[in-house]
């Protein structure tokens, strides 16, 4: 018994650490941030539901997948958010009649934001759609599952905490960040499908 779980702990690790490698080495030429970030859930998806037992052929695999479904949802989404940040500096700094509501009315949007970016790659490597149906769905999950989307929000700044106070922890904390997420929403693509039916098609 202790042999064993011994064996599924040292598994589990290797596992990690060979995911967070795979990811750091994806992101190397930077621009592709957004398809080894797809590809790390992707394969932890499917680790996760027995699927293909070898990480680093999935990880590859599904690299090539989602490149231009990543690629063009990933960035369109970052945009929207240094358009939102960038507002709300200007708003900051100018002075107008309304400056506050604004300001307030741009944080409510960025929470929005925080909230459908901890959603959007698991919907991205749960669903088969264009990028917008891809951030529409994002935002209907991250919305109906708020407590979901707070653990996945936490998971990942628990992830960026850890690397920003021991930067060594990077080669562990990208793939134990995607597990978490994928574990917050554990559940909630099916519950989608019960309320709404399938807004796009599921893999």
Known sequence: ??????????????????????????????????????????????????????????????????????????YGWAVLGVVLAGDLV????????????????????????????????????SYQARPLQLVRTAMVVALLFPARTGLALAALAAAVAATWVVPVAIIFAPGLAATAVLRAYDGAFDRLRERAGDPVLLH
């Open 90 to 125: 200007i708003v900051d700094r100018m002075d107008l009649p309304a400056g506050e509501l604004l300001q307030v009315g741009l944080l409510v949007l960025l929470l929005l934001y925080a909230m459908g970016s901890a959603a959007l790659f698991p919907v991205l490597v």
């Open 1 to 74: 018994m202790r042999r064993r779980l011994l064996n599924r702990f040292i598994s589990v690790v290797g596992d990690q650490l060979t995911l967070s490698v795979l990811w750091l080495v994806g992101c190397l030429p930077l621009v592709t941030v957004p398809v080894a970030t797809a590809a790390l859930f992707e394969a932890v998806r499917r680790r996760r539901h027995g699927g293909e037992p070898a990480i680093g052929r999935a990880f590859v695999a599904a690299f090539r997948r989602y490149a231009r479904t990543a690629l063009l949802t990933g």
